[in-house]
C-alpha cells in the first residue's frame, strides 16, 4: 500500500519504511508527526481525495534535520561593469521514516500534525476578513516606497501577508528565495536592494 501526501508545496508517493526529505518541519528528531493532507491512498482498491482522502494520514518518524546540497546563484547585472555577486544556499530539510499509512481514523490518533517552520518571518500579522483591498492597512508601511515596487507588485506582498518594512528588512536568504517564487520576478529583490532600503526606511 501506498499514499501520495502534500506538504511544504510537493507531493510524496511514500510506503511504510520509506526514508523521506521534506521541507524543514517544527520537530524535533525522535518525534512523530502525522501528515493529514493525503491526495491518494494507492493499493488493491485505490481513493483518491477531492482534494484530500477524508480520514487518511500518513505517519512518520523525525530522524534529524538536516540541509540539502548547495545552490549557487548567480546574478550579474546588464549595463553594469564588473556588477555581479555569487551566493550559496543550502536549503533546510527534515529527513523522516514513514512508520504507517491510515485509511481513516486520523482524527483520533493524537499524533501531533507535520507543520513547516515556514518560509516568512514570524511577524503577527492581521488576517484580512476579505482579500479584496490593494492598499496598505492603516498600521502597515507604504511598501511602493522600495524600489521597482508599484501598485500590482504591492498587492503581490500583501496578499502573501508582507505589510511593514521591518518584515522585509529581516528577510533571509530562505525567505528571499521563496518571495521570489511567490512575486514571479526572480532576483529582482536582491537587484533592487530591498533588504537595505527597507532597513533605512524602517528608522524612519
Known amino acids: 500500500m501506498f499514499a501520495v501526501l502534500k506538504t511544504g508545496g510537493k507531493q510524496y508517493k511514500v510506503s511504510s519504511g520509506d526514508m523521506l526529505r521534506v521541507e524543514k518541519l517544527a520537530a524535533d528528531a525522535g518525534e512523530k508527526v502525522q501528515f493529514n493532507e493525503i491526495l491518494m491512498l494507492g493499493g488493491d482498491a485505490p481513493v483518491i481525495g477531492a482534494p484530500f482522502v477524508a480520514g487518511a494520514a500518513v505517519q512518520a518518524e523525525v530522524v534529524d534535520q538536516v540541509k540539502g546540497d548547495k545552490v549557487i546563484n548567480f ?78 507588485l504591492e498587492k503581490k506582498l500583501l496578499e502573501a501577508g508582507v505589510t511593514t518594512f521591518a518584515q522585509v528588512a529581516a528577510w533571509t536568504d530562505a525567505d528571499v528565495a521563496a518571495m521570489d517564487e511567490k512575486l514571479s520576478f526572480k532576483g529582482r529583490i536582491e537587484r533592487e536592494g530591498w533588504i537595505e532600503q527597507a532597513k533605512e526606511l524602517a528608522k524612519g
Open 75 to 152: 546574478v550579474k547585472r546588464r549595463r553594469k561593469h564588473g556588477s555581479q555577486r555569487t551566493k550559496g544556499h543550502r536549503q533546510q530539510l527534515t529527513l523522516l521514516r514513514v512508520t504507517e499509512i491510515l485509511e481513516s481514523g486520523a482524527d483520533a490518533t493524537g499524533i501531533k500534525a507535520a507543520i513547516g517552520t515556514g518560509s516568512a518571518p514570524a511577524v503577527a500579522v492581521a488576517k484580512p476578513a476579505k482579500k479584496s483591498s490593494a492598499k496598505p492597512a492603516a498600521s502597515g508601511d507604504d511598501l511602493k516606497r522600495l524600489s521597482g515596487v508599484g501598485p500590482a
